[in-house]
């Protein structure tokens, strides 16, 4: 079956520092991956939208620069979090898509925790 | 603007009962509407999807009837069971998929 793992699964960093958060699709191969950030109130924000072989679309109040990712290869993906404050804290979710299938596949997400 | 509401934040029913969980979007370009299950410490679990050129998909004790005129949608679990309680997220769109904020379904023994 479909499954996507994401790692690691809880950080804990301090304000202004940065964390990496990965993403591995196994069963299946991920054409595209999106980011979203889940806060504490259950609220989902779509923060990009990644495609291999095309550019990367981040949402409104989301950027490159805050949050670059990559996606090099139909299973992995990653996403760094840069300069992370208290707004930043929330359940970081990878969603991925196979190929001509919509079915959206999440991981467990990496719950981030700033100091 | 938000794209995808949820009309229950949350919702109770007792064993056995079907539960009825509502859901509106606003783009009627949208065509995909998942729906995701989810527990606590846990991602959200696709459970049923439907496309919007049907009105209807049945998975077991879960249906989704849609209404592509009225831009709306909702999730039927039927026989409802206490581990169905969780929160159910509504989902809408084509590459780019929103959510809505969720209805917590608590389902009493």
């Known amino acids: 079956g479909a499954l996507v793992y994401q790692y690691p699964r809880r950080t804990i960093c301090k304000s202004g520092t940065s964390m990496r958060m990965e993403c591995q699709a196994v069963?299946?191969?991920?054409?595209?991956v999106a980011w979203y950030r889940q806060s504490p109130q259950k609220t989902f924000e779509l923060i990009a939208l990644s495609t291999v072989n095309s550019a990367i679309k981040y949402e409104q109040n989301f950027t490159q620069e805050k949050f670059p990712i990559s996606h090099p290869n139909l299973s992995f993906s990653s996403m760094t979090v840069l300069n992370a404050y208290l707004e930043d804290r929330g359940l970081y979710l990878c969603g991925a898509r196979q190929i001509s299938n919509e079915r959206l596949f999440f991981g467990h997400g990496t719950k981030l925790s700033v100091l | 603007q938000q794209q995808v509401r949820q009309s229950s934040q949350s919702l109770t029913v007792w064993e056995g009962e079907t539960a009825i969980l509502n859901c509106s979007y606003e783009n009627s370009a949208f065509d995909y509407f998942p729906w995701y299950q989810q527990f606590p410490g846990e991602g959200p679990a696709l459970l049923i999807a439907i496309r919007s050129v049907s009105d209807k998909k049945e998975d077991g004790r879960f249906t989704i009837f849609f209404n592509k005129r009225e831009k709306n949608l909702s999730l039927h679990i039927k026989d409802s069971q206490p581990g169905d309680s969780a929160t159910y997220f509504c989902a809408a769109g084509n590459n780019r998929i929103f959510f809505g904020d969720g209805t917590q379904l608590v389902v009493k023994p």
């Open positions: 069963g299946f191969q991920a054409t595209s």
